[in-house]
């Protein structure tokens, strides 16, 4: 599979589109966050 061909998500801090990675392969629907940095530094959900 090509990259372009991969599924993009937004990231919900950042705002900022990120692909999958074979690392979330498993988990892909509760992944929210493009990195460790952005989900440390989430905004509080209300």
Known sequence: ???SE??????VVC???FT???KWARC?????YCSERC???KRSES
């Open 1 to 3: 599979m090509k990259k």
């Open 6 to 11: 991969l599924p993009v998500k937004t990231c």
């Open 15 to 17: 705002g900022l589109p």
């Open 20 to 22: 999958w990675r074979k």
């Open 28 to 32: 892909w629907d509760e992944v929210r």
């Open 39 to 41: 989900r440390r530094g």
